[in-house]
């Protein structure tokens, strides 16, 4: 938890820092000023000590300049004019003969990115890129990029180009890779730095004298030089090949994906790289740590897209081993049912089959999951995977039980051999599946194929004389389909039953979507009793196509986005995090700008407090209609990605907003895919109510809520605190953080 510091403790640390039996003990010196760094660290307000850390700076202890540097750089964008009585002080250590303090003093001053400071730090920086120390130079390269933000004309100015892309042959290995950084972030607008025939041989020719980290770097640099001659390409394949064998992982995937980007117009030398590094990766998946063995096997569906059967004679080392972490084993999993093939699929179903009786109900779940995928996967096999399946059924554990349902579900329409082998388990399911949507399924499957069983209908009328307490709409839905399909079968044993449900669905059920699909088949019944059965039982020989969400090629694969972050996380919630990452960068822009225009309005006189404690109106009347019109009239949008916590249901969340007064306009049902809801808040503030109105959208695919808020733009300097207020309690809300 964060110290916040008081008065007290801000004045004794102002009267220790002025102490002249302090100032003349060094270590009792670095001490308060240590402890002024741990309380700024922690949170607390240290900005009034400014002063006296300026005088502190001027000192030629170097742990004392260390601190004091930190401290400014933290606060000097709040202390803008007390920042430029520092400036004097770092100009005068730019030209220390330590070059520790000279590196460290041109570090600061880039750091603290303050407009008006820009011309104190032109001439040290063009001194510090020439300077005969490779730390000053580094600093120097790195400053480049950080004043590029602050003054775009300076670090844009032809010479200064020149100068980066001259050090990229600087003898200090760390000064190369940091020039290149700073030329991609500088000339990001013009498509980064150009890496040409001379400077991709002079990188490769001194890859080996860069770090671990700046050997990925350089990689990826090269990527921007594609060799125009073949001989060439071999020869550079030839100077990378060595980094295939290198202990560090992200070398090795650097250096794939570059071996990768010289082939991928030659399929054969292609497959050569492939077998060249299965190795190395067989090694990350055995030997490393968890956290590496999971990056690697996010890669390898990308590997099997281009090459499927690469490891086919080593999947054994994919198997999980008892000390995988649970995000390992699952991983592992995903990856067997992509590699099984005819010739290893018996072996893979066998080692699955013994995970389901592990002591993790995900794992055995998940590895029940992955049995009937492969048999989706490879017609051959469904025999042999039904079978596997069905004996673990045979465990009779409720768990067990509910994922090998989910399994089946999507096996016996493109199987229908399998049905007379299913539809016997179906009585012996009842009483052990009670979660919803395994529970959805069985009902799925007795109205599909439970009139050939003699107690079919009767425990459909079972589950109907309970059907006031089952809390899950999906059932629900499933069992007035599966009754009505029941009803066309075996009418006389059905009419009752269905009768009963019918009437209370209609009369008694709150939620609308089981009322509406009541009244429909009550009316097609009602009106034609053979056009209801076509409705409601569809076409006899109708054509089965399934589509597996989780089957590979679902997803666009892109060899291109190998060793990034886009294998971990999937292309869709990969782009859903850069949006948001850009949408937030622009909010802080504009979050910025509106604070620079607040503290100028306060210097003028103004006396608005942009702090004010806002409380949200307990009610608030406003009509579908207003809301519709206030909707389109405001102007005003800004739309945020959120992460949402998967154990919190769409009816739960509105709930807890209502809880915190924000109330619902309308939403759709908690089933509906995609969920959508609209929602508004109002505050009185300055005699006038403020309104702000926001439409909801969650992606389940990604865990993502899409919240966009829409307010008066003519009210917003007004409305400030209440935008703050409501931003606040609707991304704890969702994220599940309060």
Known sequence: MPYFAGNDTTKELRSALSDPGVQADKNRYRQVLRRVVSLMTDGADMSPLFPDIIKASATADLVQKKLTYLYICNYATAQQDLALLAVNTL????????????????????????????????????????DPSAYVRRNAVNGCGKMFHVAPDLIQDASMIDQLYGMIRDKDPIVVVNCLQALEEILQAEGGVVVNKNIAHYLLNRLQDFSEWGQCQVLHFLLKYKPSEEEETFDIMNIIDICLKHSNSGV????????????QDMPQIQEQVYNRAKSPLLNIITSGGAELCYVA??????????????????????????????????????????????????????????????????????????????????????????????????????????????????????????????????????????????????????????????????????????????????????????????????????QDMLGRLLEYCIDEDTNMAVRDRALLYYRLLHTDVQQAQRVVLGAANRPVQITDRDAPGHEVIDLQDINTLVPIYGHRKWQV??????????????????????????????????????????????????????????????????????????????????????????????????????????????????????ELCQDRLAATMQATCKFDTTQMEDAVPLISQFGRILRGTITGSL
């Open 577 to 694: 995090m850069v949006e948001e990452q850009r949408r937030k960068e622009e909010q802080i822009k504009l979050v910025n700008g509106a604070s620079h225009e607040t503290d100028v309005r306060i210097e003028g006189g103004e006396e608005d407090n942009l702090e004010e404690n806002v409380s949200l109106q307990h009610h608030c009347n406003l009509t579908p209609q207003e809301f519709e019109v206030k909707w389109d009239q405001f102007d005003c949008v800004t739309t945020v990605h959120l992460d949402f916590d998967p154990t919190m249901s769409p009816d739960g969340l509105l709930q807890k907003l209502e809880g915190a007064h924000i109330f619902t306009m309308a939403s759709s049902p908690q089933e509906a895919d995609p969920w959508k809801a609209y929602l508004f808040a109002a505050a009185e503030m300055k005699g006038e109510t403020h309104v702000v109105l926001v």
């Open 91 to 130: 100009q005068k250590d730019c030209l220390e003969p330590n070059p520790m303090v000279r590196g460290l003093a041109l570090r600061t001053m880039c750091s603290l990115r303050i407009p008006s400071l820009v011309e104190y730090i032109q001439m040290p920086l063009r001194k510090g890129l020439q």
């Open 252 to 263: 090795i995937m650097a250096a794939l994906k570059y071996f990768l980007f010289l082939t």
């Open 297 to 494: 096997l996010c890669h390898i569906p990308y590997i099997l897209t281009a090459s499927p059967g690469l490891f086919n004679k080593d999947f054994k080392k994919f198997f999980c081993r008892y000390n995988d972490p649970l995000y390992v084993k699952t991983k592992k999993l995903q990856v067997l049912t992509e590699m099984a093939t005819d010739g290893t699929e018996s072996d893979i179903v066998e080692e699955m089959s013994m995970y389901c009786t592990d002591v993790s109900t995900d794992l055995a779940a998940a590895s029940i999951q992955a049995i009937g995928k492969i048999a989706r996967r490879l017609p051959t096999s469904a025999p042999h995977c039904v079978g596997t399946l069905l004996k673990i059924h045979g465990l009779q554990q409720a768990h067990i039980t509910s994922a090998v349902l989910m399994a089946l579900k999507d096996l016996v329409l493109p199987y229908p051999d399998i049905v007379p082998k299913v539809t016997p388990l179906l009585s012996n399911c009842v009483d052990l599946v009670q979660d919803g949507p395994a529970k959805a399924v069985l009902v799925w499957l007795l109205g599909q194929y439970g009139h050939t069983l003699p107690t079919g209908p009767y425990i459909l009328e079972d589950m109907i004389e309970n059907v006031a307490g089952e809390i899950s709409v999906q059932v629900k839905l499933e069992l007035l389909t599966a009754t009505a399909k029941m009803f066309f079968s075996r009418p006389a044993e059905c």
